[in-house]
């Protein structure tokens, strides 16, 4: 096993990247099979928030005890298929680890990571954010934090967090297995229990009777119907170290890829493979192949990035302009905007000024991209300003220098390059067209 201990990093602004610089400050000391390397991360206004990195580096780890057999998912199946590494950070001391692992969408060569938050609570027990693949990796670090799983959330309809709940309860089945209102699936409408979940309680809006209450607050965002079916996300706050938890409502690109994304899939990525070539509006492409560096690696990520939030950005082969627009700023994915928030408007900002109002949040941790995010409340507001612009009058509150300065934040978090968001916009025209999402909604205009 390998552990990486982070010195603390400096001050958040939302111009800047909170996440790990992977250059090593030392070597390494052996003792015991364990190999310690020290890493310098960004610094955090709380002085509690000191990262110690761990992933397994031994022969089971890398072998066996990350082996993980998945081929499902719509309408992509989700990878790695085989093989899942897992590290875990400690985001606050003593408090909340942060576990990751690579997620692939089908047999393309674009990945992100995805994030299981673990809160440890008064009672000692251990409360489980958006469980990941539980390989015997994940489950071995899990259990070095010597105390029992109590709390297993689901807080998602979706498909790519739901998918690992029923396996990982199993590894705790003492834990009590909680899940957001309305779960539905598609294009077949699964029951839970499909998706090995059992005796699971079902998560209401500021549900004060929930065991973790006391500690742990919660607020539910049910949408209408956006098409076929409704938009779930239950938001968390944990009142001890004012942290807000959400997973997929806004999100934090870091300018370098986590370290769970492994070098042969930014490789892959970097080569001029056949969607490059499609968007590279006629430029010549090069056929030479693709060296193991730092600029090639970078370039990979640049380019993973822009296809997960624009499908079909304007410009892969040369991605350094746009992702740069996208990169170190608290945004909603343009995915999100386009294709759920859009629709919903009322819905959405009902739920964010719930949020902002009751919940004194000084970090943000979602369950993709960088985390934990140092952002305030306004930072929060003014990733969603594009709201404003789909409501009615009486939905904008009367101007102050505040509301002012939080729209002009608004305007550069949901400024996505035009060129880029072509792709998207013509699939929200077609699915509008057969009826597989509603129209944008826009008071506004009418």
């Known amino acids: 096993m390998a552990a990486a201990i982070a010195a ?45 990195v761990v992933t397994a580096a031994n022969g089971e780890a890398s072998g066996g005890g990350r082996f993980y057999f998945n081929f499902t998912g ?48 008064k009672s000692g027990g251990l409360w489980v954010h958006a469980p990941i693949a539980p390989t015997k990796e994940c489950i071995q670090l899990v259990k070095e934090l010597d105390a029992p799983v109590e709390y297993i959330i689901l807080p998602t309809f979706a498909y790519e967090h739901k998918i690992f709940v029923g396996p990982f309860s199993r590894k705790f089945p003492q834990a009590q297995v909680w899940v957001a209102p309305r779960q539905w699936s598609w294009p077949l ?111 990979g990520w640049e380019r993973m990035v822009l296809q997960i939030l624009f499908l079909g950005p304007s410009n892969l082969l040369e991605p350094n302009a746009s992702f740069s627009q996208m990169s170190q700023k608290l945004i909603v994915s343009p995915i999100v905007k386009t294709l759920v928030f859009s629709k919903v408007p009322e819905k959405v900002k009902d739920w964010i000024d719930r ?25 929060f507001l003014a990733s969603f300003a594009f709201l404003d612009d789909l409501l009615e009058e009486r939905y904008i509150t009367r101007p102050s220098l505040s509301f002012l300065f939080t729209s002009l934040l608004g305007k550069a978090a949901s400024y996505f390059p035009p060129d880029d968001m072509k792709t998207l916009s013509s699939l929200d025209q077609f699915l509008v067209s057969v009826g597989a999402v509603k129209k944008t909604v826009s008071g506004r205009k009418k």
């Open 8 to 52: 603390s990093s400096p001050k958040y602004s939302p111009f800047r990247s909170p996440e790990f610089n992977s250059s090593f400050l030392s070597g390494a000391a052996q003792s015991k099979g364990l190999c310690f390397q020290v890493k310098p991360i960004r610094r955090s206004r709380d002085r509690n928030d000191v990262r110690l």
């Open 355 to 379: 949020i902002a109002r009751d919940w004194k949040f000084k970090r943000i941790i979602p369950a993709h991209f960088a985390a934990p995010i140092n952002a305030s409340r306004s930072d």
């Open 189 to 299: 409408n699964l029951p839970l229990e499909f998706f090995g979940i059992f005796r699971s309680k079902t998560l209401q809006d500021e549900d004060l009777s929930t065991p973790f209450a006391d500690e742990i607050e919660q607020k539910v965002l049910s949408s209408p119907e956006v098409g076929i079916g409704p938009y779930v996300e239950v938001a968390f706050y944990h009142k001890r170290t004012r942290t807000l938890l959400v997973t997929d409502a806004v999100i934090y690109v870091p300018m370098q890829p986590p370290e769970c994304i492994s070098n042969e899939s930014l490789l892959a990525s970097a080569k001029n493979g056949l969607a490059v070539r499609i968007l590279s509006k006629g430029r010549e492409v090069s056929d030479e192949p693709v060296v193991d560096n730092k600029m090639n690696r970078q370039k």
């Open 74 to 121: 719509f309408p992509f199946p989700l990878g790695p298929f085989l093989n899942r590494r897992t590290q875990r950070y400690e985001a606050v001391k003593d408090s909340i680890w942060l576990f990751e692992q690579e997620q692939a969408l089908g047999f393309s060569s674009v990945s992100t990571n995805i994030r299981m938050t673990v809160i440890k609570l």
